[in-house]
Nanobody, 114 residues
């Protein structure tokens, strides 16, 4: 079973940048689709971005052009580079292993505030 640990969250001012990391253990990520989701206070968890093993990506309209998902299979890690951050990006961000037996990380808090 894969275990996922996110890191890189924190407090950032509007317009700032952060890079989130998701380190996997227990199995190799290669061959699997990976995704990032987020959940803001009082709201449902929402999809942010997806990356296939081949590197194809997809983004929610709300983050398109500002966020970039990437992966390093050699390091068993997925990243989410976030730029031009807005207060509405404030949420707990979760890494997701997309599979028949899916897995989620514990999340990392991102707060965008001046």
């Amino acid at each position: 079973q894969v275990q996922l640990v996110e890191s890189g969250g924190g407090l950032v001012q509007p317009g700032g940048s952060l890079r989130l990391s998701c380190l996997a253990s227990g199995r190799r990520l290669s061959g699997n689709v990976m995704a990032w989701y987020r959940q803001a206070p009082g709201k449902e968890r929402e999809w942010v971005a997806t990356i296939t093993d081949g590197g194809s990506t997809g983004y929610a309209d709300s983050v398109k052009g500002r966020f970039t998902i990437s992966r390093d299979n050699a390091k068993n890690t997925v990243y989410l580079q976030m730029a031009s951050l807005k207060p509405e990006d404030t949420a707990v961000y979760f890494c997701h292993f997309v599979a028949i037996n899916p897995a989620w990380g514990q999340g990392t808090q991102v707060t965008v505030s001046s």
